[in-house]
C-alpha cells in the first residue's frame, strides 16, 4: 500500500464510482479496481461497496477516507514546504469561503495571487458558513474566508473587511424610489431568507436582535439554499430580503433591483480569515495568507 492507493480510493469516494476516477487520473476501469482490491487486502476488510454503477464507501472506508484525506494533505503541505526550501512557492492550496467571499472575493483575490506566485494550483470550496467551518475542523483545508464569528475551540479567527448589506427590493416593488423603510415595515412584506448555517442570516439575526427584533417573525415566504437563489427569487417578484450589495452589484448597477437602508438596523458585518488553531499553515498556506493581510489590513 502506497499513498497513490489512497489518492486513487480517495477520488472513487469523492466521484462516487470507478468509471469517474478513472477518467480523472487516466487510468482505465480495470486498474482503479485492481487499486481499490489491494487496498481491500492490504486492511483485510471491505472498504468500498459497488451498487450498479456507483461506488460507496463502507463503514471501513468512511473510516479510512478521513485518514486518506489527512495524509494527502500532509503530503501536499511537504511538497510545498520542499518547494520553498527550493526557493519556489509552489504546490496545491485547498481554500474555502461562505457564499459571498466564496463568489465575489476570492476569485479576484485568487487571480492577483497567481500573477505573484504562478507555480501555483488554488482549490475554492464554497458553502455556507456553517459548513466551511466543520471542513476546517476536519482538516479539509487550511483556511478560509466566512461571514460570521463561532465559538468553536479550534477555530482562529480575524476580521479581514467589511461588508455592506441591505435590504433589496425589485425594481417594480412599491419600495423601490425609497432610500430607506422602517424596520417595522418589513414584518408585514413577503420575505426571503437564507438556510440555516448561513453567515448572512447570522448575521441579519445579530442586527435585529440588536434593537429587539426577531428575524424568523417576519413574513418568511421562503428560504432558499444559496444567494443566487435569493436573487432569482427577489427578481421573480416571490418576496424582498436583505443581502450583501457585493452580491447584486450588476443588478442595482442595471437598475433591475434596489437597494434600501433600514431604520434604526445596522447592518454593516466582517469578514472573518478563519484558520485551524492546532494547524501550522504550509508555507503555500502561509504565502496566501500574508497575501490576503497585506491587501485588506494595511
Known amino acids: 500500500m502506497d499513498l497513490w492507493h489512497l ?3 480517495q477520488k472513487v469516494v469523492d466521484l462516487k464510482g470507478f468509471s469517474n476516477a478513472s477518467k480523472v487520473v487516466n487510468l482505465t476501469q480495470p486498474t482503479i479496481s485492481t487499486h481499490i482490491k489491494e487496498l481491500e487486502n492490504f486492511y483485510r476488510c471491505r472498504l468500498v461497496d459497488r ?3 456507483q461506488a460507496l464507501p463502507t463503514r471501513a472506508g468512511e473510516l479510512l477516507y478521513d485518514y486518506a484525506e489527512k495524509l494527502i494533505a500532509l503530503f501536499e503541505e511537504s511538497q510545498t514546504a520542499m518547494a520553498e526550501f527550493l526557493g519556489n512557492i509552489s ?3 485547498v481554500i474555502g469561503g461562505s457564499t459571498i467571499p466564496g463568489n465575489y472575493i476570492l476569485p479576484r483575490e485568487i487571480g492577483f495571487f497567481l500573477k505573484k506566485f504562478e507555480n501555483v494550483n488554488i482549490s475554492v470550496t464554497i458553502g455556507d458558513t456553517e459548513q466551511i467551518i466543520q471542513d476546517i475542523c476536519d482538516y479539509r483545508m487550511e483556511l478560509a474566508i466566512v461571514g460570521a464569528e463561532t465559538d468553536r475551540g479550534q477555530i482562529r479567527q480575524k476580521k479581514l473587511l467589511e461588508d455592506e448589506m441591505r435590504l433589496i427590493v425589485p425594481a417594480g416593488h412599491k419600495w423601490a424610489g425609497k432610500t430607506h423603510v422602517s424596520s417595522n415595515a418589513l414584518f408585514s412584506e413577503p420575505f426571503i431568507i437564507r438556510e440555516q448555517g448561513s453567515g448572512t442570516l447570522q448575521s441579519i439575526a445579530n442586527s435585529f436582535s440588536k434593537v429587539d427584533k426577531d428575524v424568523f417573525s ?4 421562503a428560504q432558499l439554499g444559496s444567494t443566487a437563489a435569493v436573487i432569482q427569487g427577489i427578481k421573480n417578484n416571490v418576496g424582498i430580503s436583505i ?5 447584486v452589484a450588476e443588478e442595482l448597477a442595471a437598475g433591475t433591483l434596489k437597494a434600501l437602508a433600514v431604520d434604526r438596523v445596522d447592518l454593516k458585518r466582517n469578514f472573518y480569515l478563519t484558520t485551524h488553531k492546532d494547524r501550522t499553515p504550509s508555507p503555500l498556506g502561509r504565502a496566501f495568507i500574508d497575501f490576503l493581510e497585506e491587501r485588506f489590513l494595511n
Open 243 to 247: 443581502l450583501s450589495t457585493r452580491a
Open 218 to 221: 417576519l413574513n418568511i415566504i
Open 91 to 93: 504546490g496545491r492550496l
Open 51 to 53: 451498487l450498479g454503477k
Open 7 to 9: 489518492q486513487i480510493f
